[in-house]
C-alpha cells in the first residue's frame, strides 16, 4: 500500500456520461497530482493541486474538471465521455516543493463503450 | 517545454545477466531531477532510483544503477542480475526543479522489459 488511495478501481460507463474519480493523498503530502495513461502508453499530466489550489495544468480537456478539497482529497471529473478517455487514471501526491519523485495511486481504469 | 524519449520500446534479457535501458531528455534547465519508475503487469508506478543533475556520481540503489551524462541528456538505467520480478514497463522521468511551482514529472514514453527464464 503506497499510501494514496484511489477509488474506484474500475469504472465501465457508457459515451456521453459523466464520472467522478476519487483521490485521498499521502498523509501529510499536500499537493495532489493527476495523470492519465492510455493503452501502452506514457503518462500525461492533467493537472497539479495544492492545498486547495490549483498550481499547474497540462494537457487536460475542457470536459474534464478537478478540485481538492479542505480534508486535501481530489476529485477528477470526467464529462461527455468519449470512447478515446478510455484510460487509466493515476492519481499522486508529494509534500510541497520536494523533489522526491511522487508516491503513485494504483489507478483508477476507466473504460468508456 | 521539456521532453523524454525511450527510443527502445521493447528489450528483453535473460535471467541473471545485465541490461540497460536507454533514455534521453531536451531542457534547457540547467537544475533538474530524473527518475526511472518500473510498472508491473499490476499497473501500479514504482520508483526505481531518482538523481539530481547537479550530482556528477550515478545514483544506485542495489541492482539498479544510472549512467547520467548531463552534457549529452541522457540518462540510461542498468539492471544488473536480472530477476523475473524485473519484467515491467519502465519509465523515464524528468522534474524541473522550480521554488514556489508545482514539480510536474514529465515522461517517456516507455520500455517494456521482459525477462526471460
Known amino acids: 500500500d503506497s499510501g494514496v488511495t484511489q477509488t474506484p478501481k474500475h469504472l465501465i460507463t457508457a459515451t456521453g456520461q459523466r464520472v467522478t474519480l476519487r483521490c485521498s493523498p499521502r498523509s501529510g503530502d499536500l499537493s495532489v497530482y493527476w495523470y492519465q495513461q492510455s493503452l501502452d502508453q506514457g503518462l500525461q499530466f492533467l493537472i497539479q493541486y495544492y492545498n486547495g489550489e490549483e498550481r499547474a495544468k497540462g494537457n487536460i480537456l475542457e470536459r474534464f474538471s478537478a478540485q481538492q478539497f479542505p480534508d486535501l482529497h481530489s476529485e477528477l471529473n470526467l464529462s461527455s465521455l468519449e470512447l478515446g478517455d478510455s484510460a487509466l487514471y493515476f492519481c499522486?501526491?508529494?509534500?510541497?516543493?520536494?523533489?522526491?519523485?511522487?508516491?503513485f495511486g494504483s489507478g483508477t481504469r476507466l473504460t468508456v463503450v | 517545454a521539456q521532453t523524454v524519449t525511450q527510443s527502445q520500446p521493447e528489450m528483453s534479457v535473460q535471467e541473471a545477466e545485465t541490461v540497460t535501458l536507454s533514455c534521453t531528455y531536451d531542457?534547457?534547465?540547467?537544475?533538474?531531477?530524473l527518475f526511472w519508475y518500473k510498472q508491473p503487469p499490476s499497473r501500479q508506478m514504482i520508483l526505481v532510483i531518482r538523481q539530481e543533475a547537479y550530482k556528477q556520481q550515478n545514483a544506485t540503489e542495489n541492482r539498479f544503477s544510472v549512467n547520467f551524462q548531463k552534457a549529452a541528456k541522457s540518462f540510461s538505467l542498468k539492471i544488473s542480475d536480472s530477476q523475473l520480478g524485473d519484467t515491467a514497463m519502465y519509465f523515464c522521468?524528468?522534474?524541473?526543479?522550480?521554488?514556489?511551482?508545482?514539480?510536474?514529472?514529465?515522461f517517456g514514453g516507455g520500455t517494456r522489459l521482459m525477462v526471460k527464464p
Open positions: 522521468a524528468f522534474m524541473k526543479h522550480v521554488h514556489n511551482a508545482g514539480n510536474m514529472l514529465t
Open positions: 531542457t534547457s534547465e540547467n537544475n533538474y531531477y
Open positions: 499522486a501526491s508529494s509534500e510541497w516543493g520536494q523533489n522526491y519523485g511522487y508516491t
